[in-house]
Structure formats: structure tokens, C-alpha cells
């Protein structure tokens, strides 16, 4: 693992050992099962993104995760049974989704549509009605709880709640990962994930679903790529912030944890590091007010003694700028982004591969 190069292991050790009192975001909640509705309520209308769904590991790993050895783990660790993993709001909340059937909760699906849309019992029958314009359709569904892909930040929030975990003793005390090692947000979306299959027909009150994958439009994929720098850097400023575990041991050694890795807090601020460089090297070439504001607030409050209050309400506010820079940008004046964009590889699963080869 590269040591960071802005402040030493032992620096961020010796600041983060005296975090006091943080005060946190709530953590990402289950989707609620009262207003899910499940996949084959999507299929009849969207059924090529059902199926290119099905193919990925959001999909695939609900018939394996919870046989999996390092889940049993994992459970034994936290004093849970094997067997209620599935159903367990403690791994329920990220790793699937509860519909309400015949009255009784039941786990159906791991990641899916309404994971990353918003349960869509109050949505489904406006988000595609003929009768209003989009640009209604969108405000109402928004406020009745869908994740609308009209803004990315809509769409893409859901991705950090998961993908940097929220629970510090699951990571320290159980060897849960503590985030998805090399998450960023378009490679990410871009492989096994992307579902982009809707099509624009001129004239249509509503746009149609094709059969074939549609590319992510060049403007979109920079909104994507950027809007998913400043998500990422409060999600991980917040975790850092939330951290109570001393991440130095009383000789002022780093702790590892039984993988290698260093604790919680850690493996964070050395992500918030990594954000920080990517965005300051990026902002001369683009000049958005928002990572100018997002830096200084970084900036403002150092990774350092007693600052974990105040690190997560910096967090909260970077998510606040994240969403204006989302709703305020469509992409186009970023072209200094492109070849870097080019340079990204799709990120797809071993899963992916196997289900490939079959
Ligand atoms: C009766 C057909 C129908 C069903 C059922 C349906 N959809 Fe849709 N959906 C559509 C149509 C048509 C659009 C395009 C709306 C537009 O152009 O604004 C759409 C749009 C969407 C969009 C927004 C895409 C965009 O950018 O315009 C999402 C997200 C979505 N559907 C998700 C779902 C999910 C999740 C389900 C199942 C819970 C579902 N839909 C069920 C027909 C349907
Ligand atoms: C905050 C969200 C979150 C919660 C809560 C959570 N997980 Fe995870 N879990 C993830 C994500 C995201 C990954 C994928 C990490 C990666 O990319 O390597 C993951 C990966 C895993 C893995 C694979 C680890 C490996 O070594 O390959 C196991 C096993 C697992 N989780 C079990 C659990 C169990 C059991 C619970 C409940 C006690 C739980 N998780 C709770 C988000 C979560
Ligand atoms: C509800 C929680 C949740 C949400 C929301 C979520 N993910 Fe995931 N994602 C997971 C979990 C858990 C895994 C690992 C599953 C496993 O290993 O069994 C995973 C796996 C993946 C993988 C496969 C990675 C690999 O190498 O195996 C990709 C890619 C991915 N997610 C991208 C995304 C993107 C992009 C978004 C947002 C658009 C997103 N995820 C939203 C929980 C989530
Ligand atoms: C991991 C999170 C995640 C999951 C799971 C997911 N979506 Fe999406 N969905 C997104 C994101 C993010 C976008 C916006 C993509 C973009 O910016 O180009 C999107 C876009 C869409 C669109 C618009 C596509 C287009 O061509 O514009 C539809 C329709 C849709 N999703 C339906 C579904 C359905 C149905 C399912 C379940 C089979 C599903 N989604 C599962 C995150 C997710």
C-alpha cells in the first residue's frame, strides 16, 4: 500500500488519536419495505435494464454472500447468527432489499432497482405518465422518494452510502472492508452496472426503451466523474470524522487490523488525501467554484485533534455543494476532462467473467 505523501502515517495517526464526540450523519438506512415494489415490477417496461441488472454482482450476490465464509465471519464477529444475515437490518440496509409480501417482510433481491431509485410503490405510476411534461413528472417523483437520474447526484449518492462503509466497529471489530478499494464513480457505473437503455424519440411524450445499450453522452460522463469526487470526499471526510477508535497503539505504532490494513479512520483520511490531490490538481484546469469551496473547507479543518465535529459538518456541507454542482452544471464547458475520462477503464466484477463464460 503507498504511504501518503501529504502528511505521514504517523502524523495522521497521532491527529486522529484524540477525535472527540463526533457527531455523525445518520447512517444509510434499509429501504423501507413497505413501499418497494421489486424487480418484476420493473421488467414488462424496462426489461433489457433487468437483464443486463441480472448479469451484474448486485444481482449475482444474492446467492452467494451469505453462504460465503468471510460473511459467517463477519456475523460471528458481531454476535450475529449466520442465518439472519439475509435478514438482518445490519447487513440488510447494503446488501439487499425486503419487499412486503403476503404482509410478511421478505428478503427477494440483493442490490437492486429500488436500492439505487428509491422504493417505488409511491412513484411508479407518475414517473412515466404521458399526461405531464418531464420536467413535472421529475419534481413530483423526486418528492415522493425516486432517485431520479436526471441529476447525477440524485442517482450517484446511493453509490457512497454503500460503497464507503458507515460502520466503524464492523470494520475494526468484525474485518468487514471499510471501503471498495479503488471506487470511482464512473468506471464504477460505467461496466456491469451501466443500464442506459432509454431512448429520446422525437415527438413521444415519454422517452422509449431500446434493446441496445445506449453510450453515457460525453457532457455526462465529466458530471459524473466530478460530481462523484465531491461525494466521495464527504462521505470518507465523514467517516473520518465519526471515527472514535485510536488508530495508533500506546508506543504511537500504527494498528493493524488481522487483514494488514490500518484501522477505520486510516484507510479514509488516506482517501480524503487522495481526493484532496486529485481535486487541486484538476482545479486549475477547470475552475469550479465548488471544489474551490469544498478544498478550503478541507483545508480549514485539519485532519487533526479534536476536530470531528467540525470534519463532519464540513462533510455535510460538501455534500450540499455537491448537489448544487450537480444541479447547476450539465458538463459541457469541461472538456479539459476528456482524455483523462478516456484513460478510465470500465469497472467490472469476477462475477461478471464467470457469468460471461457460462
Ligand atoms: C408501465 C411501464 C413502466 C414501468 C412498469 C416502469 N417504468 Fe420506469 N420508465 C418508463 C418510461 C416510459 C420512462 C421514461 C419517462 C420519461 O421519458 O420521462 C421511464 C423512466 C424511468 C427512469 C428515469 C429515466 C430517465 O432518465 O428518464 C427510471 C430511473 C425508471 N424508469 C426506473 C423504473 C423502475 C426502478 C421501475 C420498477 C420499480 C420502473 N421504472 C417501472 C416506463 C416504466
Ligand atoms: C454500509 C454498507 C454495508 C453494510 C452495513 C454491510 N456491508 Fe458488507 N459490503 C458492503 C460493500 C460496499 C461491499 C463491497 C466491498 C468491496 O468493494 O470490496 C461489502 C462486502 C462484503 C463482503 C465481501 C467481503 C470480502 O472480503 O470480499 C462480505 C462477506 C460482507 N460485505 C458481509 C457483510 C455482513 C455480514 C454485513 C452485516 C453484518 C455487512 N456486510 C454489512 C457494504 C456494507
Ligand atoms: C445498497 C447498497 C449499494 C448501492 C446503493 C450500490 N452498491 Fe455497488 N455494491 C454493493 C455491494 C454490497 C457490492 C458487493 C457485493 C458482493 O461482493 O457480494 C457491490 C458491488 C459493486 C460492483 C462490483 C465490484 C466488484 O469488483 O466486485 C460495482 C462495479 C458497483 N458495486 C458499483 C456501484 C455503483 C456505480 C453504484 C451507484 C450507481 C453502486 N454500486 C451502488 C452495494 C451497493
Ligand atoms: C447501483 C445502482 C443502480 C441500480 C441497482 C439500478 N440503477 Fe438504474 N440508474 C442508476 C444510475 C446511476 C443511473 C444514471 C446513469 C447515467 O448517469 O447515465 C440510472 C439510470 C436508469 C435509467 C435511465 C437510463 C437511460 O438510458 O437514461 C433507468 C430507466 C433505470 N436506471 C432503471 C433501473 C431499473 C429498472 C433497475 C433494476 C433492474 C435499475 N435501474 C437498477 C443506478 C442504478
Redesign the pocket.
Same mark, same amino acid.
Not at 448486485?58 to 456475523?75: K, R
Not at 417523483?141 to 436526471?150: E, K, R, W
Given at each position: 500500500m503507498n504511504t501518503p505523501k501529504l502528511i505521514s502515517w504517523h502524523l495522521i495517526g497521532a491527529v486522529l488519536i484524540a477525535l472527540l464526540a463526533p457527531i455523525c450523519q445518520a447512517q444509510r438506512a434499509p429501504v423501507d419495505a413497505a413501499h418497494t415494489l421489486g424487480i418484476e415490477s420493473c421488467r414488462d417496461c424496462h426489461e433489457a435494464i433487468v437483464e443486463s441488472w441480472e448479469r451484474s454482482?448486485?444481482a449475482t450476490?444474492f446467492n =452467494?454472500?451469505a453462504n460465503s465464509e468471510a460473511a459467517h465471519q463477519i456475523a460471528k464477529f458481531i454476535g450475529m447468527k449466520a442465518d439472519s444475515i439475509a435478514t438482518n437490518a445490519s447487513c440488510v440496509r #447494503?446488501?439487499y432489499m425486503q419487499e412486503k409480501l403476503a404482509s410478511a417482510v421478505q428478503t427477494t433481491a440483493a442490490?437492486s432497482c429500488e436500492? #439505487?431509485h428509491g422504493g417505488a410503490e409511491q412513484w411508479i405510476d407518475i414517473h412515466n405518465s404521458k399526461s405531464l411534461t418531464r420536467s413535472e413528472r421529475i419534481s413530483k417523483v423526486s418528492a415522493l422518494g425516486m432517485n431520479h437520474p436526471a441529476w447525477v447526484f440524485a =442517482?450517484?449518492k446511493? #453509490?457512497f452510502? #454503500?460503497?464507503v462503509i458507515d460502520d466503524e466497529q464492523l470494520v475494526n471489530k468484525a474485518g468487514h472492508p471499510a471501503l471498495?478499494d479503488g471506487f470511482e464513480?464512473l468506471s464504477?457505473?460505467a461496466?456491469?452496472?451501466k443500464h442506459n437503455f432509454l431512448v429520446t424519440k422525437e415527438g413521444k411524450p415519454v422517452k422509449s426503451n431500446g434493446h441496445d445499450p445506449q453510450p453515457i453522452p460525453t457532457a455526462r460522463k465529466r458530471m459524473i466523474f466530478l460530481t462523484g469526487k465531491l461525494l466521495h470526499l464527504a462521505h470518507s471526510l465523514c467517516a473520518v470524522g465519526c471515527s472514535e477508535d485510536a488508530p495508533v497503539d500506546k508506543a504511537g505504532k500504527l494498528v493493524r487490523l488481522p487483514n494488514g490494513k490500518p484501522t477505520y479512520a486510516v484507510q479514509h483520511a488516506q482517501t480524503v488525501q487522495r481526493l484532496i490531490k486529485e481535486m487541486r490538481e484538476l482545479q486549475p484546469k477547470l475552475g469550479i467554484p465548488e471544489y474551490a469551496q469544498a478544498l478550503a473547507l478541507v483545508e480549514s479543518n485539519p485532519l487533526t485533534t479534536g476536530h470531528g465535529k467540525d470534519l463532519a459538518s464540513a462533510a455535510m456541507e460538501i455534500k450540499r455543494l455537491a448537489e448544487q454542482f450537480s444541479k447547476s452544471n450539465d458538463g459541457s464547458k469541461f472538456t479539459a476532462l476528456d482524455q483523462l475520462l478516456e484513460s478510465l477503464k470500465p469497472?467490472e466484477?469476477?462475477?461478471k467473467e464467470n457469468v460471461a463464460k457460462r
Amino acid at each position: 500500500m503507498n504511504t501518503p505523501k501529504l502528511i505521514s502515517w504517523h502524523l495522521i495517526g497521532a491527529v486522529l488519536i484524540a477525535l472527540l464526540a463526533p457527531i455523525c450523519q445518520a447512517q444509510r438506512a434499509p429501504v423501507d419495505a413497505a413501499h418497494t415494489l421489486g424487480i418484476e415490477s420493473c421488467r414488462d417496461c424496462h426489461e433489457a435494464i433487468v437483464e443486463s441488472w441480472e448479469r451484474s454482482k448486485h444481482a449475482t450476490s444474492f446467492n =452467494t454472500l451469505a453462504n460465503s465464509e468471510a460473511a459467517h465471519q463477519i456475523a460471528k464477529f458481531i454476535g450475529m447468527k449466520a442465518d439472519s444475515i439475509a435478514t438482518n437490518a445490519s447487513c440488510v440496509r #447494503c446488501h439487499y432489499m425486503q419487499e412486503k409480501l403476503a404482509s410478511a417482510v421478505q428478503t427477494t433481491a440483493a442490490v437492486s432497482c429500488e436500492s #439505487c431509485h428509491g422504493g417505488a410503490e409511491q412513484w411508479i405510476d407518475i414517473h412515466n405518465s404521458k399526461s405531464l411534461t418531464r420536467s413535472e413528472r421529475i419534481s413530483k417523483v423526486s418528492a415522493l422518494g425516486m432517485n431520479h437520474p436526471a441529476w447525477v447526484f440524485a =442517482t450517484a449518492k446511493a #453509490c457512497f452510502e #454503500c460503497h464507503v462503509i458507515d460502520d466503524e466497529q464492523l470494520v475494526n471489530k468484525a474485518g468487514h472492508p471499510a471501503l471498495s478499494d479503488g471506487f470511482e464513480l464512473l468506471s464504477w457505473y460505467a461496466g456491469e452496472v451501466k443500464h442506459n437503455f432509454l431512448v429520446t424519440k422525437e415527438g413521444k411524450p415519454v422517452k422509449s426503451n431500446g434493446h441496445d445499450p445506449q453510450p453515457i453522452p460525453t457532457a455526462r460522463k465529466r458530471m459524473i466523474f466530478l460530481t462523484g469526487k465531491l461525494l466521495h470526499l464527504a462521505h470518507s471526510l465523514c467517516a473520518v470524522g465519526c471515527s472514535e477508535d485510536a488508530p495508533v497503539d500506546k508506543a504511537g505504532k500504527l494498528v493493524r487490523l488481522p487483514n494488514g490494513k490500518p484501522t477505520y479512520a486510516v484507510q479514509h483520511a488516506q482517501t480524503v488525501q487522495r481526493l484532496i490531490k486529485e481535486m487541486r490538481e484538476l482545479q486549475p484546469k477547470l475552475g469550479i467554484p465548488e471544489y474551490a469551496q469544498a478544498l478550503a473547507l478541507v483545508e480549514s479543518n485539519p485532519l487533526t485533534t479534536g476536530h470531528g465535529k467540525d470534519l463532519a459538518s464540513a462533510a455535510m456541507e460538501i455534500k450540499r455543494l455537491a448537489e448544487q454542482f450537480s444541479k447547476s452544471n450539465d458538463g459541457s464547458k469541461f472538456t479539459a476532462l476528456d482524455q483523462l475520462l478516456e484513460s478510465l477503464k470500465p469497472h467490472e466484477s469476477n462475477s461478471k467473467e464467470n457469468v460471461a463464460k457460462r
